[in-house]
């Protein structure tokens, strides 16, 4: 068949039923659709006839759409809570107590006198109803009023502390319930922040779902940090009134009832005016609560509380105790030693103790607002690394942060020895050996030295002594910037920091006490010296639990060759270069100053044949000093403590250094046959200061005096040494 012919069975029907069946799926679909949105209309329409049985309107309409918005935010706010509750519910499920102090630590110095205490004095013995109803009020006076009221956070009293605060008598009322304080006290830190504030309103409500109102405040009392070690009013009212907590008086009790917001401020041993004028305000909190009237109060008014003396542990090396008690805490760890009571006797000397106190603080004192210096530290050991001294700073009642541990600060041209020492070691170098002075570059990085100028060729020595820059860091382009650090370890500093293309100039992180820790390696011929505070633990029955080992072998860090060297170039600084402040007649000084950019810090660490000290000054808040350079303040209270620590003592020599040294003797303190390195100086700063400028004065006298021999026509004996 081809194409043009008509089919004969190709007919008109058949060319009409499939249009009819397109026309039908059509008219199904748009019926279909039809239906659909029909039967949405009349469903819709049922729905709003349902719904229009709730509508309402006037004053009924307003009250719904509150309710309706009520448990929409209500919704939303429990979600929010149940967040915010969840660091609540993670520390109750562990069920753990923040612990007080879990050891009560005697400390003695070197002689086996005691210097102080650290850790617990608690007592929970005695129940609530023992103890004076005027403790309790002068406590829920003071603390918190409605505590027998709220749910475990008092609105009421957060508000009116707010708006007391806001008068500036922040003093007399707190924001946090006794409960919120109780809860940090168990589960928190001392952080403030937010979300710690969130968790304890959180824990203080769970506290008053699960105890009385009575054991809430039994814990309280029992808990709360008195100051001087003590934890809970029955160990405070012993510690500061020798009374049981039964036998205190209604003054001795407002006393205490004050030291919860700050016992370091108010604490009678600490500031005895500010502790009376503290529980002043709390007898006056107990009238204005209607606890007791004015007339009950009267006498305690006139006749306020008297502590017994607690000076000695006010003049107690505490920045030393600090340190000591965390090292003995690691010690107890370290051997697993049974009990809580242990007796440590220390390597602190108390009277060289006094001499850098005094040292430090009045030079600060003196000099301090002239060169916009307000803090300075010092740490002195004796020349195989017991600790002699420790000063963290100006006043450990104002600041307990201790500057010669804790902080880190750039030490400046003061780590200079561990370059000059490696370049020894690894060069071949010599004192007297010459370098150019000259510009140098270590990629865009070209230090310049203090006054801008070179010299050109120089001696080591005298570039050491003159503290110029561009000599270290060009012996640390052929050391190895690396090397130089890893001796700066082995010697003694722990504090890691990165070496960077300045790290010849002192840009690192150190401490006073790993400075000391390095310098005493010079002292000790080249043997490693880490510094120690704690020769022997005990228990309290006197049991051993540690000694310190002195015969425990040392590791090398420098040759003997060295370290003759090094202390030979020390010595220049302290003769010819930037630390002549330092220098003190009869006694072979020597060290290395340090001054960092902008004047934020200024070093002095040096060493004679007997000790070995480290000073820095600065502010704790990285201010710029007013030109205050290592060559000044530092070296001063350096050379003061050290006058002070050579009297009454054999002055040894010190290796490498070609020095006669003389002993002073300002007092004659002890026996002929007891050994000169056990007697301590027992004069003051100040009686020794005196003796030492009438000792002075009167050599000069007798240098220009002529002696009676001449007058009388005699052969003069010859002098000694002469």
């Given at each position: 068949?081809?194409?043009?012919?008509?089919?004969?069975?190709?007919?008109?029907?058949?060319?009409?039923?499939?249009?009819?069946?397109?026309?039908?799926?059509?008219?199904?679909?748009?019926?279909?659709?039809?239906?659909?949105?029909?039967?949405?209309?009349?469903?819709?329409?049922?729905?709003?006839?349902?719904?229009?049985?709730?509508?309402?309107?006037?004053?009924?309409?307003?009250?719904?759409?509150?309710?309706?918005?009520?448990?929409?935010?209500?919704?939303?706010?429990?979600?929010?809570?149940?967040?915010?509750?969840?660091?609540?519910?993670?520390?109750?499920?562990?069920?753990?107590?923040?612990?007080?102090?879990?050891?009560?630590?005697?400390?003695?110095?070197?002689?086996?006198?005691?210097?102080?205490?650290?850790?617990?004095?608690?007592?929970?013995?005695?129940?609530?109803?023992?103890?004076?109803?005027?403790?309790?009020?002068?406590?829920?006076?003071?603390?918190?009023?409605?505590?027998?009221?709220?749910?475990?956070?008092?609105?009421?009293?957060?508000?009116?502390?707010?708006?007391?605060?806001?008068?500036?008598?922040?003093?007399?009322?707190?924001?946090?319930?006794?409960?919120?304080?109780?809860?940090?006290?168990?589960?928190?830190?001392?952080?403030?922040?937010?979300?710690?504030?969130?968790?304890?309103?959180?824990?203080?409500?769970?506290?008053?779902?699960?105890?009385?109102?009575?054991?809430?405040?039994?814990?309280?009392?029992?808990?709360?940090?008195?100051?001087?070690?003590?934890?809970?009013?029955?160990?405070?009212a012993e510690y500061y009134f020798g009374k049981r907590i039964q036998d205190i008086s209604l003054a001795e009790a407002a006393m205490l009832?004050?030291?919860?917001?700050?016992?370091?401020?108010?604490?009678?041993?600490?500031?005895?005016?500010?502790?009376?004028?503290?529980?002043?305000?709390?007898?006056?909190?107990?009238?204005?609560?209607?606890?007791?009237?004015?007339?009950?109060?009267?006498?305690?008014?006139?006749?306020?509380?008297?502590?017994?003396?607690?000076?000695?542990?006010?003049?107690?090396?505490?920045?030393?105790?600090?340190?000591?008690?965390?090292?003995?805490?690691?010690?107890?760890?370290?051997?697993?030693?049974?009990?809580?009571?242990?007796?440590?006797?220390?390597?602190?000397?108390?009277?060289?103790?006094?001499?850098?106190?005094?040292?430090?603080?009045?030079?600060?004192?003196?000099?301090?607002?002239?060169?916009?210096?307000?803090?300075?530290?010092?740490?002195?050991?004796?020349?195989?690394?017991?600790?002699?001294?420790?000063?963290?700073?100006?006043?450990?009642?104002?600041?307990?942060?201790?500057?010669?541990?804790?902080?880190?600060?750039?030490?400046?041209?003061?780590?200079?020895?561990?370059?000059?020492?490696?370049?020894?070691?690894?060069?071949?170098?010599?004192?007297?050996?010459?370098?150019?002075?000259?510009?140098?570059?270590?990629?865009?990085?070209?230090?310049?030295?203090?006054?801008?100028?070179?010299?050109?060729?120089?001696?080591?020595?005298?570039?050491?002594?003159?503290?110029?820059?561009?000599?270290?860091?060009?012996?640390?382009?052929?050391?190895?910037?690396?090397?130089?650090?890893?001796?700066?370890?082995?010697?003694?500093?722990?504090?890691?920091?990165?070496?960077?293309?300045?790290?010849?100039?002192?840009?690192?992180?150190?401490?006073?006490?790993?400075?000391?820790?390095?310098?005493?390696?010079?002292?000790?011929?080249?043997?490693?010296?880490?510094?120690?505070?704690?020769?022997?633990?005990?228990?309290?029955?006197?049991?051993?639990?540690?000694?310190?080992?002195?015969?425990?072998?040392?590791?090398?860090?420098?040759?003997?060759?060295?370290?003759?060297?090094?202390?030979?170039?020390?010595?220049?600084?302290?003769?010819?270069?930037?630390?002549?402040?330092?220098?003190?007649?009869?006694?072979?000084?020597?060290?290395?100053?340090?001054?960092?950019?902008?004047?934020?810090?200024?070093?002095?660490?040096?060493?004679?044949?007997?000790?070995?000290?480290?000073?820095?000054?600065?502010?704790?808040?990285?201010?710029?000093?007013?030109?205050?350079?290592?060559?000044?303040?530092?070296?001063?209270?350096?050379?003061?403590?050290?006058?002070?620590?050579?009297?009454?003592?054999?002055?040894?020599?010190?290796?490498?250094?070609?020095?006669?040294?003389?002993?002073?003797?300002?007092?004659?303190?002890?026996?002929?046959?007891?050994?000169?390195?056990?007697?301590?100086?027992?004069?003051?700063?100040?009686?020794?200061?005196?003796?030492?400028?009438?000792?002075?004065?009167?050599?000069?006298?007798?240098?220009?005096?002529?002696?009676?021999?001449?007058?009388?026509?005699?052969?003069?004996?010859?002098?000694?040494?002469?």
């Amino acid at each position: 068949m081809g194409f043009g012919v008509q089919d004969p069975f190709y007919t008109k029907e058949k060319r009409r039923k499939p249009a009819g069946s397109m026309l039908a799926a059509d008219a199904w679909l748009d019926s279909s659709l039809y239906e659909f949105w029909q039967a949405l209309g009349r469903g819709y329409t049922r729905y709003q006839d349902f719904m229009g049985r709730f509508h309402v309107t006037g004053i009924k309409r307003f009250f719904v759409e509150i309710l309706s918005d009520a448990f929409t935010f209500g919704a939303i706010g429990a979600v929010l809570m149940t967040a915010l509750a969840m660091p609540a519910f993670d520390i109750i499920a562990r069920g753990s107590f923040n612990k007080a102090e879990d050891y009560a630590v005697v400390f003695l110095d070197r002689f086996g006198s005691e210097i102080g205490r650290r850790g617990i004095r608690s007592d929970d013995s005695v129940a609530l109803d023992q103890m004076p109803d005027f403790l309790i009020k002068a406590t829920l006076a003071t603390e918190d009023r409605r505590f027998y009221e709220h749910f475990g956070i008092d609105i009421v009293g957060t508000m009116r502390a707010l708006a007391t605060n806001a008068t500036g008598e922040s003093s007399l009322h707190g924001g946090s319930s006794l409960t919120q304080q109780l809860a940090k006290q168990l589960f928190l830190s001392s952080e403030r922040t937010l979300e710690r504030k969130i968790v304890e309103a959180f824990l203080s409500v769970w506290l008053e779902w699960h105890y009385s109102k009575d054991e809430i405040l039994k814990l309280y009392l029992d808990r709360a940090y008195m100051g001087g070690g003590n934890f809970g009013v029955v160990a405070a009212a012993e510690y500061y009134f020798g009374k049981r907590i039964q036998d205190i008086s209604l003054a001795e009790a407002a006393m205490l009832s004050g030291l919860y917001k700050a016992p370091g401020r108010w604490a009678p041993h600490i500031d005895l005016a500010a502790a009376r004028g503290r529980a002043n305000v709390v007898l006056s909190n107990l009238v204005a609560a209607g606890f007791l009237t004015e007339g009950q109060v009267t006498a305690a008014r006139r006749h306020p509380a008297s502590p017994i003396d607690r000076t000695a542990d006010v003049n107690s090396p505490n920045y030393f105790l600090d340190w000591a008690f965390e090292e003995s805490k690691r010690l107890i760890e370290d051997t697993q030693a049974p009990g809580n009571n242990f007796v440590v006797r220390t390597t602190i000397d108390t009277t060289l103790q006094k001499y850098a106190e005094e040292a430090i603080t009045s030079v600060v004192r003196e000099q301090g607002e002239q060169y916009r210096v307000s803090q300075a530290a010092m740490v002195a050991t004796d020349t195989q690394g017991a600790i002699r001294a420790m000063v963290g700073g100006m006043d450990y009642g104002k600041s307990q942060f201790n500057r010669a541990i804790v902080s880190t600060r750039q030490p400046g041209s003061s780590y200079k020895p561990f370059v000059y020492a490696e370049a020894f070691e690894q060069l071949g170098l010599k004192p007297t050996d010459t370098i150019s002075d000259r510009p140098v570059c270590i990629g865009d990085w070209c230090p310049q030295n203090y006054g801008r100028s070179y010299r050109g060729q120089t001696s080591l020595i005298s570039a050491f002594a003159s503290s110029i820059n561009t000599v270290p860091v060009t012996l640390s382009i052929k050391t190895g910037r690396e090397a130089i650090a890893q001796l700066s370890y082995r010697m003694g500093l722990r504090q890691e920091y990165p070496v960077t293309r300045s790290l010849a100039l002192g840009v690192a992180s150190v401490s006073v006490l790993d400075m000391t820790s390095s310098y005493a390696v010079f002292a000790n011929h080249g043997l490693k010296t880490p510094a120690y505070g704690i020769t022997r633990m005990t228990n309290s029955q006197g049991a051993l639990v540690w000694e310190y080992d002195t015969d425990a072998p040392r590791e090398r860090v420098l040759s003997e060759q060295t370290v003759a060297y090094m202390n030979q170039m020390m010595r220049a600084v302290v003769t010819s270069g930037t630390g002549r402040r330092a220098e003190i007649a009869g006694v072979p000084t020597l060290g290395k100053t340090g001054t960092t950019t902008s004047y934020r810090d200024a070093w002095f660490a040096g060493l004679t044949g007997n000790y070995v000290a480290a000073v820095w000054f600065g502010n704790d808040d990285y201010r710029p000093t007013n030109n205050l350079t290592g060559g000044l303040l530092p070296t001063i209270a350096w050379q003061k403590f050290m006058a002070y620590a050579h009297t009454n003592i054999a002055v040894a020599p010190v290796f490498g250094v070609d020095f006669v040294p003389e002993t002073t003797m300002v007092a004659d303190t002890a026996e002929e046959d007891d050994p000169a390195e056990e007697r301590p100086p027992n004069l003051t700063p100040a009686a020794a200061r005196k003796l030492l400028d009438l000792a002075e004065r009167l050599d000069t006298t007798l240098r220009n005096a002529t002696p009676l021999s001449e007058q009388a026509g005699l052969p003069l004996a010859p002098r000694e040494g002469g």
